[in-house]
């Protein structure tokens, strides 16, 4: 299940979604995910479907390749599921025992929520997937540029964002590994109660935590021994434009953002 996560991760591709400028993405991700907020009718879900459908077939990134980030939340997806089905109250009762009830609108609820999470879980990892770590900093460090005004770093903080979500599948995989090792010196990580199990996590934490810590002095080490600096007159080889591509896709989620505001209220 770890391997599974898929945010953080990057797909190198030659596609109209992997050729657009980081800002545009960042922005349109960013817009995708209030509209999906906006969305409370299964009518607006059915257009994220084919909103959604039409971004994967143009990214080139496989569909099991990005589908298989839903196996990371399952247990969250089916957490707030049985949460909105058994604590929603409404008028239409369909099943009642003592006093727990299942009604219409919970059930209703329970499926917005469902396809919001698993829609904002693939939204976010069309991002990173399409995304190269150095296209990802330069721009949010453009988006970030206005905030300079008032003292706030901002080519720092994106790099910082940058290196914390690319180290995400880097911590997962070493985890899988310190599980793995830890499993073949009899270590049981499945059975039991929950309870036992996140009991059993915690010889985990101490060997990940010093791993965490190494890569991260390594990655300091290599910054310096190249000279990095920071953004204080920094130089691109290639520097962001926005082309034609870019205006059709902010267009396009543009559109896509009225359809889920129009949505609301049909």
């Known amino acids: 299940m770890i391997r599974d996560i898929t945010i953080g991760q990057y797909f190198p591709a030659e596609s109209w979604i992997h050729k657009l400028d980081p800002r545009v993405k960042i922005m349109s991700t960013l817009i995708f995910i209030i509209a999906l907020f906006v969305a409370n009718r299964y009518i607006g879900y059915l ?38 089905i058994f604590m929603t109250p409404g008028e239409k009762v369909l099943w009642s025992y003592k006093s727990i009830n299942i ?58 964002m940058t290196i914390a979500l690319r180290f995400i599948p880097i911590l997962l995989e070493e985890t ?49 021994a190249r000279c990095y600096r920071g953004g204080e007159n920094r130089t691109r080889m290639k520097q962001l434009k926005i082309k034609k591509q870019d205006y059709v896709a902010m267009v396009s989620i543009g559109l896509f953002m009225g359809i889920m505001i129009v949505s609301r209220f049909i």
């Open 47 to 84: 257009f994220t479907f084919i909103f959604m459908a039409t971004v994967i077939y143009l990214s080139k990134v496989p569909v099991k390749y990005m589908l298989k980030g839903i196996k990371a939340i399952l247990v969250i997806i089916i957490l707030t599921v049985a949460l909105n």
């Open 103 to 160: 009604t219409a609108e919970g059930l209703y609820i329970a499926g917005i929520m469902a396809l919001r999470l698993i829609f904002l879980i693939i939204g976010s990892s069309v991002l990173t997937l399409t995304t190269s770590p150095i296209q990802l900093t330069d721009g949010l460090e453009k988006l970030l540029n206005p905030f300079k005004k008032i003292g706030i770093p901002a080519h720092e903080i994106a790099m910082m």
């Open 176 to 224: 899988d590994k310190i599980m793995k090792a830890q499993m073949a010196r009899g270590a049981d990580f499945e059975s039991g109660g929950i309870i036992k199990r996140a009991k059993s996590l915690i010889p985990l934490l101490v060997p990940l935590f010093i791993s965490a810590f190494r890569r991260a002095d390594e990655l300091a080490m290599a910054m310096e």
